[in-house]
């Protein structure tokens, strides 16, 4: 079965810095997805990647595919203490994309 | 609007009895779901209805039971749960189009579930 391994499991940065999580995927990605979450609430969707070296962006959140790799990455520019969360990278489990699997989480704490 | 709710936000419920989560959406969405998650993990898939029918059921407990009413509304029903079921219950839909893998599933705000 897929799986999708997520680093670092956990950051903390101090405002204003920039910061990179990635995602690293076992088998080849359909889609790569990224959602935020607050604790104990549910998932706010921030961007999709489908496409090789596809790249996207949304205010100061930046994320990229690298299909070959099987892997993505989101950066951050210029943290904010709104950035704080926990990042979860999600794919389609088959190419039929009827259900995501989800990476374990970044936990991002911005400190300012 | 990409707005899913759910309802109840938190629940208590005993052993013994019997309660329902609901979800909606009105972004004509003909994929709805179900995903279980505990403290400190990720979402885990339950069930995907898929135009008001079942597609998946990842294996889930028979004390689960899902229900999909209409392309709007998808409820689980709960009874006879353990204390291990207590999570948050996370509901999403998706547009569901043939190329599915490039449908953006939308989250709801979860429901607290507590079983005493």
């Known amino acids: 079965s897929q799986e999708l391994e997520q680093s670092p499991q956990s950051l903390i940065v101090q405002e204003g810095k920039n910061l990179t999580i990635n995602c690293t995927s076992s088998?080849?990605?359909?889609?790569l997805y990224w959602y935020k979450q607050k604790y104990g609430e549910g998932l706010i969707f921030l961007m999709m990647?489908?496409?090789?070296?596809e790249e996207k962006s949304h205010e100061k959140i930046t994320a990229k595919l690298d299909e070959k790799k099987q892997q993505s990455s989101l950066h951050i520019t210029a943290s904010q203490p709104s950035h704080a969360g926990i990042y979860l990278c999600g794919a389609v489990s088959n190419q039929a994309g009827t259900a995501l699997i989800f990476g374990k989480g970044t936990t991002l704490s911005v400190s300012s | 609007d990409t707005e899913v709710t759910q309802t109840p936000k938190h629940l208590v419920m005993g052993m013994t009895n019997k309660k329902s989560l609901k979800c909606e959406q009105h972004?004509?969405?003909?994929?709805m779901y179900w995903y279980k998650q505990k403290a400190k993990k990720p979402p885990e898939l339950m069930f995907v209805?898929?135009?008001?029918?079942?597609?998946i059921n990842e294996s889930v407990p028979s004390r689960f039971s899902p229900e999909c009413p209409n392309s709007s509304l998808l409820n689980l029903h709960l009874h006879a749960l353990q204390p291990e079921d207590s999570a948050l219950y996370l509901c999403?839909?998706?547009?569901?189009?043939?190329?599915?893998?490039?449908?953006?599933?939308?989250f709801g705000p979860g429901t607290r579930l507590t079983v005493l």
């Open positions: 999403a839909s998706s547009q569901d189009s043939p190329s599915g893998s490039t449908d953006t599933q939308y």
């Open positions: 990647l489908q496409k090789g070296g």
């Open positions: 209805y898929s135009y008001e029918k079942l597609s």
């Open positions: 088998k080849t990605l359909y889609g």
């Open positions: 972004m004509g969405h003909r994929a």
